[in-house]
């Protein structure tokens, strides 16, 4: 959901990973809901390419979060999850 007016960071819920392979999840944990591939970052910084791949050492992973709005939505908020 959108921020307040005028909140730049937000405390996120403790998420607790339960893994589970695709191909035996059933149809209830592979919801069929809008979702936004949040990306997660060690810090705020905007440093640590490698030169090599050009991913990012600051970065850690996509969580998927529920949405009513589509990812586009957040893309253009730059939202970002940290650690």
């Not at 992973?61 to 589509?70: D, G, R, T």
């Amino acid at each position: 959901m959108e921020s307040k007016r005028g909140e730049m960071h937000i405390l996120m819920p403790i998420i607790n990973f339960v893994p589970v392979l695709l191909e035996s999840a059933s149809e209830g944990e592979r919801d069929q809901t809008i979702s936004y591939a949040c990306p997660t970052y060690k810090t705020g910084e905007r440093y640590g390419t490698l030169l090599t791949t050009g991913h990012s050492t600051n970065y850690v992973m996509n969580i998927l979060l529920p949405s009513v709005n589509p990812p586009e939505h957040w893309v253009k908020r730059s939202v970002a999850l940290l650690t």
